[in-house]
């Protein structure tokens, strides 16, 4: 009930600064074409609200962290890659509003680039959607339906520029401003676009190589020309995802020997993958024998068993957790070593085959 009332104003907030901003920014419009101006400003507001929602309602992290799937999720959006992503963003941002304010009024080269850049973004948007359609976690109870708050941005988008696209050619405005620009070949540019009544053809001419110039651009920056594609692909767990993820983190088991086994294979040294109540982990000469050790104390001093778990339950899982790094996992694995000597020695001490013992923990997976 709640979350419905907040809904509810937030929508007749975002409805009342619609119109607000139409008033301010186009003051002689008629009304009807105020109605649809508010709505398409609506429908942009919208976009923009779903991106803070779904980058702040759960915590995202990228495919290579190993985390509780009960805590955070993964990001369907590659945070090595998002810096193109933002760029397009922003130049949609850019190109929408001067477009929607002042359409063909603006100058011709500038208009056509504004065009191109919203293509670009719609474009992008397709992917984005798609993105959400499928989401794999161990929960197993998510269903495109539950998603709508992570597909309201690109679908507002969508609409918003499509209406933008509709608007345009229901309203032609055959009226060039005569813009100067300080380059020389911009100025060319702009004049043989004014000598020119085909802006759809223009737009065609510039739609390559402005993508062309935008991801040359990015590239200085560290991006790679198919970022664009990375950015949805270079994920796990998501429709278009095509990377795995480190085993989650499992409420049940020695949470700091877990994280601590997916630090530096160098340093950690894992050794294979088992099983813990069906999900599969890393498993090292560690977190072995810390296994052992406590099935060794739960058979012989399960009184004492239980206090050493209650206590470790309180503080090792909630301290795991903040272990999001390989650094700070290779840390763990360093700083719990004394612990895995006293462990050993306990083993050798009071089990008959205690090699044994430590080999058996985990079975390999089917």
Known sequence: MIALSLLIITIGFLVLLSRALVKLTNPTLSKPRKSIDSALLFMSLVGHLGIL????????????????????????????????????????????????????????????????????????????????FNHSDPQENYNPASGWIFMLAPISFILFNTSVFISLIKNPDSNRVHHQYQNKFLNYLNNKLIASQKTSTWILIFFFPFLLLILCILMLFGQYPDSLIKVFTDTTTWTLSQKSHPPFLDHQGHYLCTVAACGSPQIVKPQRIGLRHGHPIIVNRQLSIANAFENLIETQFPKVHRIIRRNYDKYGYPLSKKITTRFGANLTYLLMKPLEWFFLVFIYLFSPKPEELIHKQYGNPS
């Not at 810096?83 to 304010?101: E, G, K």
């Open 53 to 132: 929602l779904s980058q702040s309602l759960f915590p995202h992290f990228d495919y290579h962290v190993q985390l509780d799937p009960f805590e955070a999720q993964y990001t369907p959006i590659s945070f090595k890659h998002v810096p193109s992503f933002i760029v397009f963003y922003a130049l949609n941002l850019i190109a929408s509003f001067f477009v929607w304010t002042r359409g063909k009024q603006l100058p011709p080269l500038t208009f056509t680039l504004a065009i191109c850049s919203m293509i670009y973004w719609t474009i992008i948007c397709i992917p984005w959607t798609i993105q959400f």
